[in-house]
């Protein structure tokens, strides 16, 4: 998986590496962003709504060698750890926020990308896009 920043909407958006598909459609998917000390990023969790089969927009990020390992689908949600488990000290104080993301997908209905809004109601991603 890849994390970039976004300048023009300031967010950060999760990609698998080597992904060259193109946005066919637009999604807008409710859900939550785990976070540690700072605003250091651990992970989200992403719902989603009636009628999306979440399970079948990420079918290949689970069949991905990598991104496999750091996704979990149960029923219409899955999360994405974004933090190794050696940077989450079992110790660490966390919170959950509610966010909206963006979910870009090919015609076929699979996830390309998903942008993650560094700032929402009550939280501030400030790591891994800006100061720790």
């Known amino acids: 998986m890849q994390l970039s920043y976004e300048s023009t909407d300031n ?9 060259q598909a193109l946005t066919a459609e637009r999604v807008s998917l409710a859900g939550y962003v785990d976070m540690g000390v700072g605003g250091r990023l651990i992970g989200i969790e992403i719902l989603g709504p009636a009628g999306f089969e979440i399970r079948q927009a990420l079918a290949h990020w689970l069949d991905d ?16 750890e974004l933090s190794m488990s050696d940077e989450t000290s079992l110790h660490e104080q966390s919170r959950a926020a509610e966010a909206i993301f963006a979910a870009d997908l090919d015609a076929d209905g699979l996830l390309i990308a998903l942008s993650i809004p560094r700032r ?5 991603i400030t790591y891994p896009s800006g100061n720790q």
């Open 65 to 80: 060698e990598i991104a496999g390992e750091y996704l979990s689908v149960a029923g219409d949600s899955a999360y994405i």
């Open 120 to 124: 929402g109601a009550g939280y501030e």
């Open 11 to 19: 967010s950060l958006r999760l990609t698998l590496a080597g992904d």
